[in-house]
């Protein structure tokens, strides 16, 4: 089985805090990935990463950063925070198949940040 | 246009009837497609992909693919207390590459 582990559950942080999200998965898989899930906006893709070093901007990258310094673990920074990202976010994992074909994504519990 | 819709619902349905969750896409390239299922409070965890247009089954769940109208579907035959959750489309758009864009989930309520 497939098991992505995410740092906290819940987290509460002042505004101006940096924070950091950790992520780990146990399944050597090439792709992470952070979203942030908001009532009636869905799941948005903030940053992935396809290997170890490397990241790309999702659709809403502004307010964060990334970190993928070995490739079970992905850190998801919020360099001062602010209470617009306030949410609950969701790392997630794929294997990275070099097919045509996209495969499944696998998340963490999730992490509820609550910033005042 | 959002580029995966889903009503929002909520849908509800009896217990032991079918329930029909359906998605649109706007990218006629797109090629994987993805039906997961969220308990409030809790992940996203798949149910089913499918990457060819027509049916594919599993147990109580059939996703339906038709690329040429760009939508996909679920179906949930014998609907339980137990499937009331959020169903998150997601499909891989083309020139996408490994990502993932969601829809906004319908909310299913199976009802006694």
């Known amino acids: 089985d497939v098991k992505v582990t995410q740092s906290s559950r819940y987290l509460v942080k002042r505004t101006g805090e940096k924070v950091f999200l950790e992520c780990v998965q146990d399944?050597?898989?090439?792709?992470m990935f952070w979203y942030r899930q908001d009532p009636g906006l869905g799941l948005r893709l903030i940053y992935f990463?396809?290997?170890?070093?490397?990241?790309e901007k999702g659709d809403i990258p502004e307010g964060y950063s990334v970190s993928r310094e070995k490739k079970e673990r992905f850190s998801l920074i919020l360099e001062s925070a602010s209470t617009n990202q306030t949410s609950m976010y969701l790392c997630a994992s794929s294997l990275g198949l070099l097919t045509g074909f996209t495969d499944t994504q696998y998340f963490g519990p999730g992490t509820r940040l609550t910033v005042l | 246009q959002k580029e995966v819709e889903q009503n929002s619902g909520p849908l509800s349905v009896p217990e032991g009837a079918i329930a029909s969750l359906n998605c649109t896409y706007s990218d006629r390239g797109s090629q994987s497609f993805f039906w997961y299922r969220q308990y409030s409070g809790k992940s996203p965890e798949l149910i089913m992909s499918i990457y060819s247009n027509g049916d594919k089954e599993d147990g109580r769940f059939t996703a339906q693919l038709n690329k040429a109208s760009q939508y996909v579907s679920l179906l949930i035959r014998d609907s339980q207390p137990s499937d009331s959750a959020t169903y998150l489309c997601?499909?891989?758009?083309?020139?996408?590459?490994?990502?993932?864009?969601f829809g906004t989930g319908t909310r299913l309520q199976v009802t006694l």
């Open positions: 399944m050597d898989h090439e792709n």
């Open positions: 997601a499909v891989n758009l083309a020139g996408t590459a490994s990502k993932l864009t």
């Open positions: 990463s396809y290997d170890v070093k490397m990241k």
